[in-house]
Each structure stands twice: as C-alpha cells, then as structure tokens.
T-cell receptor
Framework: EPEVTQTPSHQVTQMGQEVILRCVPI?????FYWYRQILGQKVEFLVS????????KSEIFDDQFSVERPDGSNFTLKIRSTKLEDSAMYFC?????????????FGSGTRLTVV | QKEVEQDPGPLSVPEGAIVSLNCTYS??????FMWYRQYSRKGPELLMY????GNKEDGRFTAQVDKSSKYISLFIRDSQPSDSATYLC????????FGAGTILRVKS
C-alpha cells in the first residue's frame, strides 16, 4: 500500500526558530497538501500545492509559512519564526491528478512542540 | 456557522452492534464527502469517499450522503473492538473541511 512519509515524527524547537517539516508524497500523486491539528481540535487545512505553485491557502497560512517542492520527491513546510501557538500535529497529504479526492492520503504527521 | 458539524461523542457500543456516525455541512459547493479513521497521535486514514447523494458500501462500512438535507452518515455493521478510534467526516474538493471527529469505543 503506497504511503505518504513524514519526517521527523516529533520536533521540539525554541520559539523564534525556523523549522522545516518534510514529506514524501505518493509517487504518482500530483496534488499536495499540508494540514494541522492542534491537540484536541479539528484537522485544519493550511495549503494546497499543484504544478509547483500554491493553489489555495487558508488564513492560517500567513507570511511565516512557506512550502516548497525542492526536487521530484520531497514536499516541505517551513515555519520561519515559530510561536508557541504553532505547536500542533502537522499532516502532509497527497492525491491523484484526475479526481482531487481520489486516493487522498495523509501521512502519520509530525508533532511540533514549540517551547 | 461551522462548515462541518459532528457530534464528538464519545459513543460506546457493544461488540456486534450497528454504529451510526453523522455529520451535517453547510456549504452547498462541497463536491466530495469523506470518512477517515484516526488513532491517537496518528494521521487520518481514508475509509470511504462519495461524490453524490446515495449509499456506498465497502465491506462492513456504508457511507450515505443526502445533499438535500446536507447530511453525511457512516454506518458500521458488526462492530469490532478494533473499530475503536476517532472517526472524522470531511467535505470539500481539493481542500477538505473536517468535522470535530466522533470518538467510538466498541466494548468486547
């Protein structure tokens, strides 16, 4: 079963530091996403990415956030200057091209703790 | 108004029971309706998705959508202790809007 791989599984960082969360989407998928889930809260959409550009972003995804597909396999989320409220599980997801939700698969997540 | 509403439970049922999980949504533009299962501190695992009103069956699971009333349901037949998890409904297109999740406990 193909899967979305995320690293690291847990990241602890000091407030104000930059973090990069990494994801390897399923190889034949062309749509990529980041979501986050604050402990005890809903899974929230952050950003979608297709054809090397952002296709949609939420109001959470402000100037502190950026995404990149640096090569043919990785998809990264960068938070430039972390805040305490950025502590959450961050999930990467990917889906096939022809129908947006076909095979819409999530990774196991990166737990980000900002101290 | 929340876009996708879901009763968080917890819902506790005996093994073998039929489970009914429900969500409502407000945005008529939503095209796809999904059900995910999530275990503690893990990523959502896709169970089923549908595009149109009606039922879709996969083994013990049936997803039901009623677009006229904006209602999404998931039925689990012959529930097992291994079905104990949080069940998330989601709706949208490429961007998914999630419900709060219903915690299900199946007691043996």
């Amino acid at each position: 079963e193909p899967e979305v791989t995320q690293t690291p599984s847990h990241q602890v960082t000091q407030m104000g530091q930059e973090v990069i969360l990494r994801c390897v989407p399923i190889s034949n998928h062309l749509y990529f996403y980041w979501y986050r889930q604050i402990l005890g809260q809903k899974v929230e959409f952050l950003v979608s990415f297709y054809n090397n550009e952002i296709s949609e972003k939420s109001e959470i995804f402000d100037d502190q956030f950026s995404v990149e597909r640096p090569d043919g396999s990785n998809f990264t989320l960068k938070i430039r200057s972390t805040k305490l409220e950025d502590s959450a599980m961050y999930f990467c997801a990917s889906s096939k091209k022809d129908r947006g939700v076909d095979g819409y698969t999530f990774g196991s997540g990166t737990r980000l703790t900002v101290v | 108004q929340k876009e996708v509403e879901q009763d968080p439970g917890p819902l506790s049922v005996p093994e073998g029971a039929i489970v009914s999980l429900n969500c409502t949504y407000s945005n008529s533009a939503f095209q796809y309706f999904m059900w995910y299962r999530q275990y503690s501190r893990k990523g959502p695992e896709l169970l089923m998705y549908t595009y149109s009103s009606g039922n879709k069956e996969d083994g013990r699971f049936t997803a039901q959508v009623d677009k006229s009333s904006k209602y999404i349901s998931l039925f689990i037949r012959d529930s097992q202790p291994s079905d104990s998890a949080t069940y998330l409904c989601a709706a949208g297109g490429n961007k998914l809007v999630f419900g709060a999740g219903t915690i299900l406990r199946v007691k043996s």
